[in-house]
């Protein structure tokens, strides 16, 4: 698939290149989010209003995709033409999504045509008060069962949709919506 670039592949294509991986937590991921988040603030400083380690990676003793989750949540004004090359020049790729207007992009860094280059990641650019994550992470950070449980799901559902990441994605949905409910109640 190398003689096609990223954006000409099919979902198919992707897929089959970027299958789903799970790994046991790596006490590393904190340490390469942070070296990111520098590099992040380094180059686009004053359009960050906050940013944050979310997903599984997040999670210590969470089992993950090896993918650095990183929600970043910019200045209204913010200039999105600067934002985009900022982070071009930091190596990544825009995944635009026309059903999810501007600003709420999604970018991502260590894919390449012969697959996975680590450390991979994916930012989550958003204006403020989008950020159901953060609600997320924080319940599973206080809950290690919930934890178990969300590990037991992604197993399951890793063997049946290893190949096809929208599917996996939405069948986590419930789970994920269920707790991020309570943990907004709780910080209510």
Known sequence: MADKSLKEMTNTELWALF?????????????IYKQEEKKLCDALGDTIITIDHIGSTS?????????????????????????????????????????????????????TTEGFKPPVFHLHVRYPGDYDELYFRDYLRKHPDVCNDYTRLKKKLQKQHEHDRDAYTEAKTA????YTRLERKNQG
């Open 59 to 111: 999670v210590p003793g969470l089992m993950a995709k090896p993918i650095i989750d990183i929600l970043m949540q910019i200045k209204q004004n913010a200039d999105l033409d600067v934002l985009c090359d900022g982070l071009h020049t930091l190596g990544y790729i825009d995944n635009k999504d026309d059903s999810r207007p501007a600003p709420h992009y999604m970018f991502m860094k260590g894919y």
């Open 175 to 178: 789970f994920i919506k269920k």
């Open 19 to 31: 299958p789903i991986i799970l790994k046991p937590y790596d006490s590393k991921w904190p340490i």
